[in-house]
Antibody
């Protein structure tokens, strides 16, 4: 069974930083690119970043490019998101998201970790 | 950035009726479209990919159609568990983008 467990969220002051983690299981993590997405309260999901397998390429949305950094550790089946210069509008649940996983042909989302930016 | 526009914002439907949700892309995305269902307090659930292929475990009453810029999600006979918010997402281009959602509520 595919599982994604995010951690590292919490309350942080504007301008602060956090490092989010996602631990994956149930599939061959190193064989897939991975994604981060977020969802602000009462809003729809927003895709943030994709890292290819082997970390050859990393893509970011315009809203987070330059402030967020995605990385992965295939030895630990883990995905990371460093978030800097946090703003109130970064308050959201942050999700780790797989691409389409074969042979189940499903895209999996973790349960999310809440980041609250407030003084 | 490709803009995804969903309509209507809210759809009021009686159980057992058909629901038709629309999603429009600001440019041609061929069939690079997915649909998600989301209930309060839960992560989005993956329903459809490549515009019309149901994900494993998704009931046959859910169907997707369209290509290019116009897409439709149809729920043939709404069940109580189908009342939720539905999002489309394009994955043809970077950055990936979502629509703003259609809420399907009980009439």
């Amino acid at each position: 069974e595919v599982q994604l467990v995010e951690s590292g969220g919490g309350l942080v002051q504007p301008g602060g930083s956090l490092r989010l983690s996602c631990t994956a299981s149930g599939f061959t993590f190193r064989s897939y690119g991975m994604n981060w997405a977020r969802q602000a309260p009462g809003k729809g999901p927003e895709w943030l970043s994709h890292i290819t397998r082997g970390s050859d390429m990393i893509y970011y949305s315009d809203s987070v490019a330059g402030r967020f950094t995605t990385s992965r550790d295939d030895a630990k089946d883990s995905l990371f998101l460093e978030i800097n210069s946090l703003r109130a509008e970064d308050t959201a649940v942050y999700y780790c998201v797989t691409p389409l996983i074969t042979p189940t042909n499903v895209v999996y989302w973790g349960q999310g970790t809440l980041v609250t930016v407030s003084s | 950035e490709i803009m995804m526009t969903q309509s209507p914002a809210t759809l009021s439907v009686s159980p057992g009726e058909r629901a038709t949700l629309s999603c429009r892309a600001s440019q041609n995305i061929k069939n690079g479209l997915a649909w998600y269902q989301q209930k309060p307090g839960q992560a989005p659930r993956f329903l459809i990919y490549d515009a019309s292929t149901r994900a494993t475990g998704v009931p046959a009453r859910f169907s997707g159609s369209g290509s290019g810029t116009e897409f439709t999600l149809t729920i043939s006979s709404l069940q109580s568990e189908d009342f939720a918010v539905y999002y489309c997402q394009q994955y043809a281009n970077w950055p990936r983008t979502f629509g703003q959602g259609t809420k399907v509520e009980i009439k």
